[in-house]
């Protein structure tokens, strides 16, 4: 069974920029969510996803959004990038989000870097 | 809102030894989960606790909850070098994809 998938692995932009990361769920699985990884700030959470839908957002600004397609995929967009956006992204899903005793599922996530 | 912390934040330890990785949280927690990061790679799920006095073991690592206290622990037996990793625990209110995740305990076993 395929895992969580993220492309592009590595992107380099530049201040002001904007970038869609994207993130293929495991098959059957309905809820995607969203993670930023930091050596300052640790692991925060961005945003979930199920059903098309957004159901949880974290406390980042409005350039950050995503959607979710009707496949279960989604993409995450950052406008107007800034130096502090340099981060791991990460996309973990998970059948419904509901589930008790299923933890969720991380991709390797896409390293951004924005010079 | 929820607030996760671990302890230590860095564990230098030699194979063989044993050691404990600790992990707080403030509000009631509706799950714990464990997880290990390698250098450049993603998060790899370990332990799920669900309640009270939940204990689950997978080779030499053993997780347990304690809800009242509000702790978890992540217990190390016998460590080997293949243990070295960055080791998370985190908790979550309400729907289980916003997890708030611990600093992080980096785990170096030396020979």
């Known amino acids: 069974k395929a895992g969580v998938t993220q492309t592009p692995r590595y992107l380099i932009k530049t201040r002001g920029q904007q970038v869609t990361l994207s993130c293929s769920p495991i098959s059957g699985h309905r809820s995607v969510s969203w993670y930023q990884q930091t050596p300052g700030q640790g692991l925060q959470f961005l945003f979930e996803y199920f059903s098309e839908t957004q159901r949880n957002k974290g406390n980042f600004p409005g350039r950050f959004s995503g959607r979710q397609f009707s496949n279960s995929r989604s993409e995450m967009n950052v406008s107007t990038l800034e130096l502090g956006d340099s981060a791991l992204y990460l996309c973990a899903s998970s059948l419904d989000g509901q589930a008790n005793n299923s933890p969720l599922h991380f991709g390797n996530g896409t390293r951004l870097t924005v010079t | ?111």
């Open chain 2, 1 to 111: 809102e929820l607030k996760v912390e671990q302890n230590p934040l860095f564990l230098s330890m030699q194979e063989g030894k044993n050691y404990t990785i600790y992990c707080n949280y403030s509000t009631t927690s509706d799950r714990l989960y464990w997880y290990r990061q390698d250098p450049g790679k993603s998060l790899e799920s370990l332990f799920v606790l669900l309640s009270n006095g939940a204990v689950k073991q997978e080779g030499r690592l053993m997780a347990s909850l304690d809800t009242k206290a509000r702790l978890s622990t992540l217990h190390i037996t016998a460590a080997v070098h293949d243990l070295s990793a960055t080791y998370f625990c985190a908790g979550v209110t309400g729907t289980a994809s916003k997890l708030t995740f611990g600093t992080g305990t980096r785990l170096q076993v030396t020979l």
